[in-house]
């Protein structure tokens, strides 16, 4: 679910718009202008945003998602250094594949992202009663959800950018379950508003990663559900070297440190489009088993190794709706070579 920490909305990657320095898929320069006052640049982005969203809400649903589709193909085509980064990525993860089945792959997370922009753009739309043509959930996955939640000592959503990660939350909310989530701010400011407004149309609150463990700590107290994306590479020390696909992968630990604490419960939780449905899924898993020996370090490797593995379990099922254009194994282990 947005469960996001993360690069962000499905859109901006699309357009490019610069999240974080060690995104690839940024393209506007570093700035030191205030914030509050955007530039030429940013309202220029912001106008032709709009106007896309506009576009595309003025399709039907089918029009839009092959229209997005296509965005997804021409990307694909045209960016030639994330392709690369997706192809690395698959051959240092899927080993087995040969080439042609990690280009098939590639091509299809450019096809799901086209269509994530198509559903983002025309979400705001939704009401309970449409939504269920669109969207179920795992019925199983839900009642694990709820029995979390009753407990009353707040709920962890662990997720990644798999499926519709935008849409996950954004339709967990319209059904009566809003949520925190934990983001990154979009360095444009009038496209973070823009994209917050609609996230957070039912209910669903933003917290922010500049003061994210503070609200992330009190939402939980609360007995409130935050959705926490695991899937981009960090560096230490908030960071710790874990297996993922059988590489060290240096990954947040703040989700370890976190429930270890509050005692909330870790349930993994994804929107992956079902095309036997034609339509997407919203999946709870079983709760994890959080360890708690004493030992903190010890107990924070242990348990974030273990979110990797759960990820890595849902990737695989699904491996044409992970972002494999980001550099998820970027920071290395103190003498091992750089992988890209």
């Given amino acids: 679910m947005v469960l996001r920490t993360v690069p962000r909305c499905c859109f901006a990657k699309l357009l490019c ?3 974080a320095k060690d995104n690839p898929l940024h393209w506007s320069p570093l700035t030191t202008q205030d914030p509050s006052q955007p530039t030429l640049q940013q309202r220029f982005e912001y ?3 709009r106007l896309l969203v506009g576009l595309f809400r003025l399709l039907p649903r089918s029009l839009a998602r092959a229209a997005g ?5 021409f990307l694909y085509a045209v960016a030639g250094r994330l392709r690369k980064t997706g192809l690395r990525n698959l051959e240092l993860a899927l080993p087995e594949k040969s080439l042609a089945e990690r280009e098939q792959i590639l091509r299809g997370v450019y096809r799901s992202l086209g269509w994530q922009l198509a559903e983002f753009c025309k979400m705001s739309a939704l009401r309970p009663e449409t939504a269920a043509r669109l969207i179920r959930y795992d019925e199983a996955g839900l009642e694990r959800f ?5 407990r009353g000592k707040g709920v962890l959503v662990l997720t990644a950018h798999l499926g519709a990660w935008e849409l996950s939350s954004f339709f967990h909310s319209l059904m009566g379950h809003p949520m925190s989530m934990v983001i990154r701010r979009l360095d444009n400011p009038l496209v973070d508003q823009f994209v917050d407004g609609i996230r957070s149309q039912h209910g669903n609150r933003a917290l922010h990663k500049d003061d994210f463990a503070r609200g992330l700590l009190s939402a939980v107290r609360r007995g409130e559900t935050v959705g926490i994306l695991m899937d981009t590479n960090m560096t230490p020390p908030q960071g710790v070297f874990v297996p993922f696909f059988g590489l060290q992968a240096c990954t947040a630990a703040g989700l370890a440190r976190v429930a270890m604490h509050s005692g909330a419960a870790v349930l993994p ?6 095309e036997e449905e034609r339509r997407y899924v919203l999946h709870f898993g079983q709760e994890l088993e959080i360890r708690k020996t004493g030992d903190a370090e010890a107990d924070i490797l242990a348990n974030t190794a273990l979110f990797n593995r759960t990820l890595e379990e ?4 699904y491996p044409e709706q992970w972002l494999w254009v980001h550099r998820r194994w970027k920071t290395r282990p103190e003498g091992e070579p750089r992988l890209y």
């Avoid at 589709?69 to 193909?73: E, I, M, Q, T, Y």
């Avoid at 939780?269 to 079902?274: A, K, R």
């Avoid at 849902?314 to 099922?317: G, N, P, T, V, W």
């Fill in 69 to 73: 589709a296509g965005l997804g193909r």
């Fill in 314 to 317: 849902a990737i695989r099922r």
């Fill in 146 to 150: 709820l029995a979390a939640e009753a």
């Fill in 47 to 49: 106008v032709a945003l």
């Fill in 17 to 19: 718009l610069r999240n």
């Fill in 269 to 274: 939780g994804y929107l992956v489009w079902h």
